[in-house]
C-alpha cells in the first residue's frame, strides 16, 4: 500500500539508463568516487595538522607563561 516495489525501481532505472544513458552514467560514478575519496584523504590529513597546530598552541602557551614569571621577577 503506496511503498515502491521493486518493478517500479526497475522502470525507472530504465527511464534513467535511456534519458542518459551508460557513458554518462559511468562518468558520474567515478566522478563520485574520486569526490568520496579526495573528500576521505582530507579528513585524514586533517589529524596531523591538528596535531601540529596542538604543539604550537602549547609552545605559545609556554612562552606566555614564560613571559608571565619574567614579569613577576622584574
Known sequence: MGGISIW???IVAVIILLLFGTKK???LGS???ES???FK???SED???DAEFNKVEQKAEQAVE???KEKEQA
Open 47 to 49: 589529524k596531523p595538522q
Open 25 to 27: 552514467l559511468r562518468n
Open 36 to 38: 568520496v575519496k579526495g
Open 66 to 68: 614564560q613571559k608571565a
Open 8 to 10: 517500479q525501481l526497475v
Open 41 to 43: 584523504k582530507a579528513m
Open 31 to 33: 566522478d563520485l568516487g
